[in-house]
């Protein structure tokens, strides 16, 4: 695939913008990192694009978009050492979603990056707009369970209905390291946490 068509944008002034006419970047990190694929031994430069939710890879100086399937589910990145699912969340954030825990249960980090269009300037001795940007997007978390997916977990009678019978410990563990349901590391406790119990 041609790298023209992966870095462009319709804006609603139905412009066709490249990456480079935008503010900001679409992708998860700077330039590509040497990248494994479930289904292959192969590795290549790959990057993430949280706006178009594609794992892209260089092979012979062009660029491709990795099939999103099951054959190639898990993208592991060697440094920073990160992994990316494919997951089947049932619901609009379905896609590629970074994995932080690992076990029975588990941690996913979704991250999305939002196209925000030109802003034209209300100011009529201002020649200039604002321009076209690429805003990042709070990550979404996620736990999943053997029961399911625990979208945003908000609080601990949330977490507490998903494993009834470690009420008792969940509730010591949430008090004794005062848990915060919006920060990761403190979600990466809760699920190691899950885990050993």
Known sequence: MDNWLLNKVNSNSGKSLTYDDIK???????????????GTTETAPARYNSYSDQVEFS?????????????????????????????????????????LVDGKNMLYKKVKTKFVDAVASNNPYASSETPASFKQLDPVY????????????????????????????????????????????????????????
């Open 59 to 99: 092979k012979d100086d062009k660029v491709f978009v990795l099939p999103k399937n099951d054959a190639f589910a898990k993208v592991v990145f060697e440094n920073p050492k990160e992994v990316l699912i494919n997951l089947n969340t049932n619901d609009d954030l379905s896609g590629y979603f970074f994995e």
């Open 142 to 197: 996620y736990i999943k369970t053997e029961n399911g997916f625990i979208k945003k977990p908000k609080n601990q009678k949330e977490i507490i209905a998903q494993f009834p019978d470690k009420k008792d410990a969940l509730n010591t563990f949430l008090k004794e390291n005062k848990i915060k349901f919006d920060k990761e590391e403190d979600l990466k406790k809760l699920v190691q946490f899950l885990n050993k119990n």
């Open 24 to 38: 900001g970047t679409p992708y998860h990190s700077k330039g590509y990192s040497v990248a494994k694929f479930s």
